[in-house]
Structures are given as C-alpha cells and as structure tokens.
C-alpha cells in the first residue's frame, strides 16, 4: 500500500491506497483487483476486498463509494453506502471511510485536524476542468466549517505527465504552462497533478501542506493499473480516508 508522511502523525486518521500485487484475480486482472464492475470475476474481487479491509481493521459496511461517473459532483455522507452520480465526498464523521476506485485520474485525500473532516475526490482531467477540486473545498466550508488554510491535501499515484498524452479538444482546456510538446503533432502532454496542486492552493490550503506521490500508473505495470494501458481488461486500485 502507498501511504502518505503528510498525515503520520494524526492519531486515529487513517490514509493508504491500495498497489496491484498480491490478491486472487487472474488473467488481465492478475492482483488485487478492487474494481467490482471492471468484468473480473466478483468472487475474485469480493475475495480481495476483504483482504484489503481486513489489513486495514476496516470492514466494507464502514466504506462510503462515490459511483464516479466523471462529474464534479460533491456529495456529504454520515454512513456507508454508494452515493450515485458523485465523484467527491466528505465527512466529519468517525469511522466511516471514504473510498475511491482509480487507474490513471488521481485520487485526492484531503483532511482538517480541527473540525476532524476528511474528502476523498476522484480527479480524472473531465472533473478537475469542470470544477471538482473548488466545488469539494467550498463545501468543506459551507456544510463542516472546515478552514482552507488548516487542511493537509495528498494526491495519490496516477498518470504522471511524461505519459498523460491529449489531443487538442482537451489540451485546448487547460493553460498553456500546464502542457509539454509531444513528438506527435495532435497531441500535447498535459500536467494534470500540478494542476490539482494549482487549484489546492487557489482555494487556500498552504503549498506546504500538500503532499504528493510521484508514481505513474501508466509506467507501473507491476504496481499499478492503468485503464490507459491495460483498457477494459484494467483492474482498480481503492483509496481510503478516515478517522477511527
């Protein structure tokens, strides 16, 4: 599992995201699938998700998933359960977690010691163009008075920028010191994680207070999945935020 130092020394907070190997699904799946709708076997899955809550102390009945469907869609939980339509979630409540499944967007865990309040944002490029990072830290505010500039922020693996390639009717939607030149002529690589960082930092929380992991999904294949890899035959790794 990758861990983040950034929160190691917040009693009871609770913070990791899962790598590929070990666990029970075979084939294109081979590892610790966590992904339940990626056409692996559901047992093999069911079987590696309570391998990994299990090392966690954690059951799945403690777990609450946005469904993801590249919005940025907000939603605040106080239980376990599957939140339609949403790629963000927040809480102050202990012992329920918050989950994201990934395979290239990063995930994004964001925590305030003094209100006690974690998020979990899926940040894929559709929902950090259309608002996801601002729309997570405004409700922060608004619903669990939760202070900008007290939040610690870490950003898990994901598709680095040596291998995030874009056409133009993406690259046109992001500014230009966010891209690099690409051998082909179409495409541009696009710095997706520095923009995550930007757009932290916009909303107030402290350049200092935000961590990140350097690992490529895509460059990874004997640690991570990558949908941009790998396709629909791609697992998923899960990401988990709370407080016990």
Same mark, same amino acid.
């Given at each position: 599992?990758?861990?983040?130092?950034?929160?190691?020394?917040?009693?009871?907070?609770?913070?990791?995201?899962?790598?590929?190997?070990?666990?029970?699904?075979?084939?294109?799946?081979?590892?610790?699938?966590?992904?339940?709708?990626?056409?692996?076997?559901?047992?093999?899955?069911?079987?590696?998700?309570?391998?990994?809550?299990?090392?966690?102390?954690?059951?799945?009945?403690?777990?609450?998933?946005?469904?993801?469907?590249?919005?940025?869609?907000?939603?605040?939980?106080?239980?376990?359960? #599957?939140?339609?339509?949403?790629?963000?979630? #927040?809480?102050?409540?202990?012992?329920?977690?918050?989950?994201?499944? #990934?395979?290239?967007?990063?995930?994004?865990?964001?925590?305030?010691?003094?209100?006690?309040?974690?998020?979990?944002?899926?940040?894929?490029?559709?929902?950090?163009?259309?608002?996801?990072?601002?729309?997570?830290?405004? @409700?922060?505010?608004?619903?669990?008075?939760?202070?900008?500039?007290?939040?610690?922020?870490? #950003?898990?693996?994901?598709?680095?920028?040596?291998?995030?390639?874009?056409? @133009?009717?993406?690259?046109?939607?992001?500014?230009?010191?966010?891209?690099?030149?690409?051998?082909?002529?179409?495409?541009?690589?696009?710095?997706?994680?520095?923009?995550?960082?930007?757009?932290?930092?916009?909303?107030?929380?402290?350049?200092?207070?935000?961590?990140?992991?350097?690992?490529?999904?895509?460059?990874?294949?004997?640690?991570?999945?990558?949908?941009?890899?790998?396709?629909?035959?791609?697992?998923?790794?899960?990401?988990?935020?709370?407080?016990?």
């Amino acid at each position: 599992m990758v861990s983040f130092p950034i929160f190691r020394s917040f009693a009871g907070l609770q913070c990791v995201v899962s790598t590929r190997p070990g666990g029970f699904s075979q084939g294109g799946y081979a590892g610790l699938n966590l992904g339940m709708h990626t056409g692996d076997q559901s047992s093999s899955v069911r079987k590696n998700r309570d391998c990994f809550f299990r090392r966690l102390g954690l059951s799945e009945q403690q777990v609450a998933f946005g469904e993801q469907v590249h919005s940025a869609r907000v939603r605040r939980v106080d239980q376990a359960g #599957i939140s339609q339509q949403t790629d963000a979630l #927040i809480t102050a409540e202990k012992n329920v977690f918050l989950a994201v499944l #990934i395979a290239d967007c990063f995930p994004v865990f964001l925590f305030e010691p003094c209100s006690a309040a974690v998020a979990v944002i899926h940040a894929g490029w559709r929902g950090t163009q259309a608002g996801i990072i601002e729309n997570t830290l405004q @409700k922060l505010k608004s619903e669990l008075a939760v202070t900008a500039g007290r939040i610690i922020a870490a #950003i898990g693996p994901g598709l680095q920028s040596e291998c995030f390639e874009v056409r @133009k009717d993406v690259y046109e939607l992001f500014a230009p010191h966010y891209l690099s030149a690409h051998p082909a002529a179409d495409k541009k690589y696009l710095n997706l994680r520095q923009v995550i960082v930007d757009k932290l930092f916009q909303q107030g929380v402290p350049r200092e207070q935000i961590e990140w992991s350097s690992d490529c999904t895509f460059c990874s294949a004997d640690k991570y999945y990558s949908f941009r890899r790998e396709g629909k035959n791609s697992g998923r790794m899960m990401g988990i935020i709370g407080i016990k």
